[in-house]
């Protein structure tokens, strides 16, 4: 059974920095793809960014230029940092992996990032 467990949630000023960590444990396959998504109230979830093993990454263009996704294979984590936040960035963050080969994928339990004066 997979797990991912996130951190580094929280509230933030607008124009501020936040980073998001997950980390997956169980049977995770060499062969995945690891991002984040997000849900704002009353919105639909939403692709962030993903990251696979080996390739390029992608982006949401609302997010190109702030933010960053980067893994740590090795230790089956993935990290989003979130720079120049902005009040629509608020939402609760979702980590999510998709096994390439099987096509099963496994969500973490949400972050909320808040992003308030």
């Known amino acids: 059974q997979v797990q991912l467990v996130e951190s580094g949630g929280g509230l933030v000023q607008p124009g501020g920095s936040l980073t998001l960590v997950c980390t997956a444990s169980?049977?995770?396959?060499?062969?995945?793809?690891m991002g984040w998504y997000r849900q704002a109230p009353g919105k639909q979830r939403e692709l962030v960014a993903t990251i696979p093993r080996v390739g390029s990454t992608n982006y949401a263009d609302s997010v190109k230029g702030r933010f960053t996704i980067s893994r740590d294979s090795a230790e089956n984590t993935v990290y989003l940092q979130m720079n120049s936040l902005k009040p629509e960035d608020t939402a609760v963050y979702y980590c999510?992996?998709?096994?390439?080969?099987?096509?099963?994928?496994?969500w973490g339990q949400g972050t909320q990032v808040t992003v308030s004066s």
């Open positions: 169980g049977s995770i396959f060499r062969n995945n793809v």
């Open positions: 999510h992996v998709l096994d390439s080969v099987s096509r099963n994928q496994y």
